[in-house]
Nanobody, 117 residues
Framework: QVQFVESGGGLVQAGGSRRLSCVAS????????MGWFGQAQGKQPDLVAS???????DYADSVKGRFIISRDNAKNTVYLQMNSLKPEDTAVYYC???????????WGQGTQVTVSS
């Protein structure tokens, strides 16, 4: 099992930026595709960005051109740079390893991002 600790959320005005960080507990992190999920209130988590162990990235259409995912395998850490934030980006953000049907590991505590208009 792998545990995740997310940080970096907060309250930000529309158009602003935040940088999220996620530290994983084990070195198996380096062989997994990792992703950031956003969970709006009352909804299921949605995958917003992913990055393979070799650095290939993919983004949901809603965040393309605004969010950037990156990883530092030596630090077991994945980042999400969030730019040009919109109120609809408001959610609790979690990192995890995405699978074809969802996610692989248990959720961490997440980090809340609230974007005010």
């Amino acid at each position: 099992q792998v545990q995740f600790v997310e940080s970096g959320g907060g309250l930000v005005q529309a158009g602003g930026s935040r940088r999220l960080s996620c530290v994983a507990s084990r070195r198996t992190f380096s062989i997994n595709t990792m992703g950031w999920f956003g969970q709006a209130q009352g909804k299921q988590p949605d995958l917003v960005a992913s990055i393979s162990s070799s650095g290939v990235t993919d983004y949901a259409d809603s965040v393309k051109g605004r969010f950037i995912i990156s990883r530092d395998n030596a630090k077991n850490t994945v980042y999400l740079q969030m730019n040009s934030l919109k109120p609809e980006d408001t959610a609790v953000y979690y990192c995890n390893a995405p699978t074809a049907i969802g996610w692989r590991y248990s959720w961490g505590q997440g980090t809340q991002v609230t974007v005010s208009s």
